[in-house]
């Protein structure tokens, strides 16, 4: 009887010791892992920089807003068809028109192809509303020939004076690269920007490449979204990339505060 007690009471004793040890180890590897725990919330707080606002977006919206460059946009958003590249081709090439005049696709049987999807139309619009809100200054606009880019220059900058198929993607095409370049530059030198207002280009996203600029300034990776755009200067030295703005909220933003 006497043994049973005094085994119970060494049991006990030794579960208590264990307990001891166990949560002394575990204060110990918490403290040693405080480090570890600092970086786990300060990430969590870091996560609301995205709201944040890049203060070279802030420079750049408000630089344009003085007017006196180039700002090439990518068109609005439309319907990814994974041979769309033979549907632009259709439009800019195979019609009667000429060289740089339209088939207007947005009437032909290929339109879902190659226009803005019903998105795509309330994006422009809704760009237009906000550069009118913001008051962007707006001078010349040309425009790709391509459909969507055309319909992105009537909804979002109130229309366009001409239209140039060299500004449609190099995907279509066969051809040299170093002459599609010149043929671009010499677009951009001459493309009037009117005293006090920016120039537009309603476009696409893979005409620019930085073998057009004189400067260093050109990123790694030229990839803007829908609806995004790039600001272009002419100098006497040829064509200077300024800033990108990758999407239009990047810019947008910058004028609503609250």
């Not at 990430?43 to 180039?70: F, H, L, Q, R």
Request: charged share 25%; net charge neutral.
């Amino acid at each position: 009887m006497n043994f049973m007690k005094y085994f119970i009471k060494f049991f006990y004793t030794c579960s208590i010791l264990l307990l001891l040890i166990v949560s002394f180890s575990s204060i110990v590897q918490l403290y040693e892992n405080r480090t570890k725990i600092k970086v786990f919330f300060d990430s969590s707080v870091s996560k609301s920089s995205k709201y944040e606002i890049n203060s070279d977006d802030v420079y750049w919206a408000n630089e344009i807003m003085n007017g006196g460059y180039i700002l090439h946009f990518r068109h609005a958003e439309r319907d990814k068809w994974i041979d769309v590249q033979m549907y632009d081709a259709l439009e800019s090439d195979v019609h009667q028109n000429g060289q740089n005049e339209i088939r207007y696709a947005e009437n032909d049987y290929f339109a879902k192809a190659v226009c803005l999807n019903e998105r795509g139309k309330v994006q422009a619009k809704a760009i237009g509303e906000s550069l009118k809100y913001i008051g962007l200054p707006i001078g010349k606009v040309i425009s790709s020939v391509s459909c969507r880019s055309r319909q992105t220059a009537d909804l979002a900058f109130g229309g366009y004076e001409k239209t140039e198929r060299i500004l449609v993607h190099s995907g279509p095409y066969n051809e040299n690269e170093q002459e599609r370049v010149k043929k671009l530059i010499n677009l951009y030198q001459n493309l009037e920007i009117e005293k006090g207002k920016n120039a537009i280009v309603s476009s696409h996203n893979s005409v620019i490449s930085c073998e057009m600029f004189v400067n260093k300034s050109c990123p790694n990776s030229l990839n803007i979204e829908e609806g995004g755009f790039y600001v272009l200067s002419k100098t006497d030295k040829g064509l200077k990339f300024e800033y990108e703005f990758h999407n239009f909220l990047s810019f947008n933003r910058v004028f609503y505060e609250r």
